[in-house]
């Protein structure tokens, strides 16, 4: 197979799965996807959201950073307290640029003090890890690992189904990390995923990768969700895409991420700034904010897509929508975008220019749909 | 009664000097779950090729220009509360509009099922 550039699309390991599954394949981010299985975008939303929905997500990099003094040296790039980040850990941060554009979001897991294993979108992985082998190479081993496969199983019964497959998974709160038989399979499992759900991502040898997605498929509950629905949940879920909602012109605070910063990094922290892009973005903090992220749920039925230009009752243009789509859980057409902070209050009436009309669309807050991540109950 | 087809999927169906309009089944399955579908005001005059509706689903946006000219007689209410009639029934209730037209040349100058067919073929 080929894409528009001549160039080979890559595939993961269970392509033939999903092909005999009936998905439609797209390229994306430099791989053949599924789409969507033959149930559609929307049943496979509203599965995920009542049920359990499988995802093969990996096309994600994945890169091993490990060294001494590991944690210090990556607090020069990564905006995240990594000094204090506990064993086990998931942290979702981002890769910076020196103006505090966003180079990508990531997952971080701290599995040792001196080693974190990232987990970056497809697209910006050859560029992140020139960034990091650039800044750091010296100082720390950088490395891309591949031979793996990452599931996501997502929604209100993936504990259960976990729990029938040997784990149980109540002590294992949202944003943990844990290595442990799934149908005697040795597998990498964090409490984690980007669809606003409770959930996992399952980390597995490529060569294991057939076995447990059969092992998972068995229980009736999990079907195969494509990156349609992927889209459309996280969406949902107010979560954003880098490319998006994120590139390297937008800084945090545009984006609506500034809250990746931990609290020891900001201006008022122990250990203010020293990561790159800092300086930019500590400016930007004591000034009255430019631009917002903002959810809107156009008037109508029609749909308000990615890029539709939003202007004010005059007609000035105050924005775009960064990610526009159709909301399966509220049946209604929803937007993320980003906009003029002066125009971005909740309830605000702004316009989005559609096939040459003006549409209304009100600000509301997100998420649309709200999280519904795992915590340990207290008296476990 | 007899149905055409065009090179953009859509099929038109003849009946005396009335036209029903719909998109075909192949077209419905290349746009996916339909969640809205804006059809075009009745008695409007439309020309060959002006915009006759959006067929919007969840992953694109499919505008349908009118395979031939007429009037607008009639639109398919039903697709304002069920739009995913198209995705079911795409050659049958799932139709869009139909245009009374005196004059059939532009119909029959339309692929027949046949050509269609073979059309689809080399698509694929």
């Known amino acids: ?380 | 009664m007899k149905t055409r087809y065009t090179e953009e999927h859509e099929w038109v169906t003849k009946n005396d000097d009335i036209f029903t309009i719909g998109i075909t089944d192949y077209a419905q399955d290349q746009l996916g779950d339909i969640v809205y579908v804006q059809l075009p005001q009745t008695d409007s005059e439309i020309n060959k090729g002006d915009d006759l509706s959006v067929i919007e689903s969840v992953k694109a946006a499919g505008e349908v220009k009118s395979p031939i000219s007429g009037v607008v007689l009639e639109v398919n209410e039903e697709l304002d509360g069920e739009p995913e009639l198209v995705n079911e029934s795409a050659e049958d209730s799932g139709w869009l509009c139909k245009i009374k037209c005196i004059n059939d040349s532009e119909f029959n100058a339309l692929m027949d099922a046949h050509q269609y067919q073979a059309f689809l073929r080399k698509l694929s």
């Open chain 1, 1 to 380: 197979m080929e894409n528009n550039f001549g160039t080979e699309h890559k595939k993961t390991t269970l392509h033939s799965r999903h092909v005999k599954a009936g998905a439609k394949m797209i390229p994306f981010a430099g791989y053949k996807m599924p789409v969507s299985y033959p149930s559609g975008i929307i049943q496979e939303h509203q599965h995920t959201r009542k049920h359990a929905g499988l995802f093969d997500v990996s096309h994600m990099g994945n890169i091993l950073i490990e060294g001494e003094y590991c944690a210090e040296h990556m607090e020069s790039l990564l905006p995240t307290d990594m000094i204090n980040f506990p064993l086990n850990h998931l942290r979702y941060s981002l890769l910076l640029n020196k103006q505090g554009g966003i180079i990508d979001d990531l997952i971080v897991i701290r599995t040792n003090p001196q080693k974190f294993i990232l987990t970056v979108n497809a697209a910006c992985l050859e560029k992140d890890l020139e960034h990091f082998t650039h800044h750091l190479g010296n100082q720390l081993n950088i490395s891309k690992v591949s031979g793996k496969t990452l599931l996501a199983l997502q929604g209100p019964e993936s504990a259960s189904v976990m729990h029938r497959l040997g784990q149980d998974t109540s002590d294992m709160g949202f944003m943990t990390y844990q290595k442990m038989n799934l149908a005697d399979i040795t597998c990498s499992v964090s409490r984690s995923g980007y669809t606003g759900e409770d959930g996992f991502e399952i980390s597995v040898e490529d060569c294991f990768a057939d076995q447990l997605a059969s092992s998972l498929l068995a229980d009736e509950r999990v079907k195969w969700i494509g990156i349609g629905a992927r889209d459309s949940l996280r969406m949902e879920a107010g979560l954003n895409l880098y490319g998006q909602e994120m590139n390297e012109s937008l800084t945090p605070l545009d984006a609506g991420v500034f809250w990746t910063i931990s609290k020891s990094r900001r201006p008022d922290g122990e250990r203010p700034g020293g990561f790159l892009g800092f300086e930019s973005i500590f400016d930007a903090v004591s000034k009255p904010q430019k631009k917002r992220l903002v959810g809107l749920v156009p008037e109508g039925r029609s749909l308000v897509r990615t890029g539709t230009i939003l202007t004010d009752a005059v007609d000035t243009r105050i924005g775009y929508v960064t990610s526009g789509g159709y909301s399966a859980s509220l049946a209604h057409p929803i937007c993320l975008a980003i906009i003029d902070s002066e125009h971005a209050a909740i309830g605000n009436t702004i316009y989005a220019n559609v096939r040459d009309s003006h549409r209304a669309a009100t600000v509301c807050s997100l998420p649309f749909v709200k999280h519904r991540y795992y915590r340990v109950p207290d008296n476990l």
